[in-house]
């Protein structure tokens, strides 16, 4: 099969434009793929496909995708690079099509942006089936023509890892276990020299004096294991290190303060800040990105027995900072802060946390934006230029001292780990309670729990789960590789 772009034209009644790989084929089968396209009604919209039979005999089916507008680039109001979106968009339609059509193999039109394109059709094939007898059938996506094969090849590895955290995070929760998870990441690093994985178990836990995140733990009788990754991409191993942390929780029924069995299914998928700062990692690796990352997932279960956190106990965190836990649901924060106290160890360039964290993230956001709260303005631009680059965008939210009252007007502890007006600004709360942990100057807390999964709202990927913002966690490390490289 073959998917080839076609743009919009400027006016509305001029004939559509090919991209130049579509010029190339219409001459091959002397015009007629552009006869057909005029004679088959109007010209072909955004995101839309006609598909064509018996054109050429190395490609019996052609499928066609408009690309929107030609020049299209960066949107300020949408704070994206909509000539990349469209073309995501359409290559994974017209690959879905050829897959439906139990073609086995696909060349794709890099349509002016091969990296954009190959993210299209490895993010929009992707689906996890592990679990069912009847599999959609396996196609390899592969650039038409070879002009651009490097960026067609980075664009393969930066779905690929949005693809792993998909998978990690769709996975059930008996299937992904934290010891599973760890094992599956350093499966993924093994072949990597310059990579070193240490799976921490609960008595190293202990001694790290890390009570807040084994408070969590002990509510389950699935072991607690802290997952810590050192990949080494850096001139010199004492390169201060790009260090990230995501919150691993495996399953999360809300511990004591149960949460409503409607949907708890997909908490599942509460380890989407692990899932998709490990992936990161993965994808840095098979890059070879010049600078060193460190990676640390907290990783156990939230579960109501007779040994879990009750509302009103008061735990200990690796700081010393004593914490009330009024909610036993608001529990990735207690994870967070130890690790957090952890990555302090790594005299980092700049620590980023991810965590499926609050729904009140959901609520102001939605699916549109990853949530940032950050104490650098560096360290916010360059996220945000990363993100209009991938177009999984991010969007800065305010990390105010008011927020910080909220959380330390506390009866028992230093802090409550929710604020004292419960659900008000409850993502905000979240954040000023981990900057609590937090001494390093520049360092980002990323909100995932809106971005965590996709009913329609990205086209490019299938419903289920996300692996959101994983491309532009990528792209952010290689920005920063640039910078200590100029």
Request: include cysteine; glycine fraction near 10%.
């Amino acid at each position: 099969g073959l998917v080839l772009g076609i743009y919009s034209s400027e006016k509305d009644e001029g004939a559509a434009q090919f991209t130049s790989a579509g010029d190339a084929f219409d001459r091959l089968v002397s015009g007629k793929l552009r006869e057909l396209l005029s004679v088959c009604g109007p010209p072909l919209k955004k995101g839309k496909t006609r598909i064509f039979h018996g054109l050429h005999q190395d490609f019996p089916s052609v499928v066609v995708v408009g690309l929107g507008k030609k020049n299209a680039g960066v949107n300020d109001q949408e704070n994206w690079n909509e000539g990349k979106e469209n073309i995501r968009a359409a290559v994974a339609v017209g690959c879905r099509q050829i897959q439906d059509l139990e073609i086995p193999c696909i060349e794709v039109d890099p349509c002016g942006d091969a990296q954009a394109a190959a993210e299209g059709a490895v993010l929009g094939l992707h689906e996890y089936n592990e679990l069912k007898q009847k599999k959609k059938p396996v196609v390899t996506p592969q650039l038409h023509g070879s002009a651009e094969s490097e960026a067609w090849q980075k664009g393969v590895l930066y779905a690929e890892g949005q693809n792993l955290a998909r998978y990690l995070m769709e996975a059930p929760a008996n299937y992904i276990t934290p010891s599973k998870f760890a094992e599956h990441i350093e499966q993924k690093l093994r072949s990597f020299s310059n990579v070193k994985v240490h799976i921490r178990p609960e008595s190293w836990i202990a001694t790290q004096q890390m009570g807040a995140f084994l408070s969590v733990a002990k509510g389950s009788a699935e072991p607690p294991i802290f997952l810590e990754i050192h990949y080494l991409g850096g001139a010199t191993t004492n390169d201060s290190p790009l260090v990230f942390v995501g919150k691993g929780v495996t399953f999360d029924s809300g511990g004591i303060s149960l949460k409503p069995s409607s949907g708890m299914d997909a908490m599942r998928a509460d380890m989407g800040g692990a899932a998709t700062v490990c992936s990161a990692i993965v994808t840095a690796a098979a890059l070879n990105l010049p600078l060193n990352i460190i990676g640390l997932a907290p990783l156990c279960e939230n579960m109501p027995s007779g040994k879990a956190n009750k509302p009103g106990d008061v735990v200990r965190a690796k700081n010393g900072k004593t914490i009330q836990v009024d909610n036993t649901d608001a529990e990735g924060r207690l994870l967070l802060a130890d690790a957090l106290c952890y990555a302090h160890n790594f005299n980092a360039r700049a620590i980023v946390n991810a965590a499926t964290l609050t729904g009140a993230m959901d609520v102001a956001l939605g699916s549109a934006a990853t949530g940032v709260f950050t104490n650098s303005s560096w360290l916010w631009t360059h996220l945000y230029e990363a993100s209009i680059l991938t177009g999984d965008r991010v969007w800065r939210m305010p990390l105010f001292e008011h927020y910080t009252k909220q959380v330390t007007d506390c009866p028992l502890a230093d802090l409550s780990n929710i604020g004292k007006y419960s659900r008000a600004g409850g993502a905000c709360t979240a954040a000023a309670f981990l900057k609590e942990f937090v001494t390093a100057s520049h360092w980002a807390h990323l909100d995932i729990a809106g971005v965590m999964s996709n009913k329609d709202e990205v086209p490019y990927l299938r419903k289920g789960m996300a692996g959101r913002p994983t491309r532009t966690l990528v792209e952010f490390a290689a920005r920063l590789s640039q910078d200590s490289h100029n």
